[in-house]
């Protein structure tokens, strides 16, 4: 079984994340399950009620994923695939964050919020 992590459940990581969530919603079929970081609202949001997608063809559609936490240490070294999904000034904090637990063969993959990132800074 492999297990996906979005951190960031916005824009990006929610539409990439839920996608990849409805993929998965026969775990036993698709060998893979996925998980969300979140903080506040919108992590009890997603605890409670699951994520609703709100994008093209994908609009109106629910997903829950198989945790919803918040925090990375709740999921730890189980994670084979971390995607990276905030924006540049939380960036450094998250990286750090989940370094214990990136080991030989953890993939990471950032997925930064906007084509201008940097020039924001």
């Known amino acids: 079984m492999t297990r996906i992590a979005f951190i960031g459940v916005g824009g990006v990581g929610g539409y990439f994340g ?3 969530c409805l993929a998965a919603e026969n775990v036993q079929a698709s060998g893979f399950e996925v998980c969300f970081v979140a903080r506040g609202a919108h992590l009890r949001a997603i605890q409670s009620g699951g994520l ?18 918040g925090d990375v240490s709740d999921l730890g070294s189980s994670v084979d695939i971390w995607f990276v999904c905030v924006k540049s000034y939380d960036l450094e904090a998250v990286t750090l964050s989940i370094e214990p637990f990136v080991k030989s063969g953890t993939v990471v993959v950032p997925l930064l919020n906007g084509i201008d990132i940097y020039a924001r800074n």
């Open 18 to 20: 839920g996608n990849l």
């Open 52 to 69: 609703i997608l709100n994008a093209g063809e994908r609009r109106g559609l629910f997903c829950r994923p198989a945790m919803a936490v």
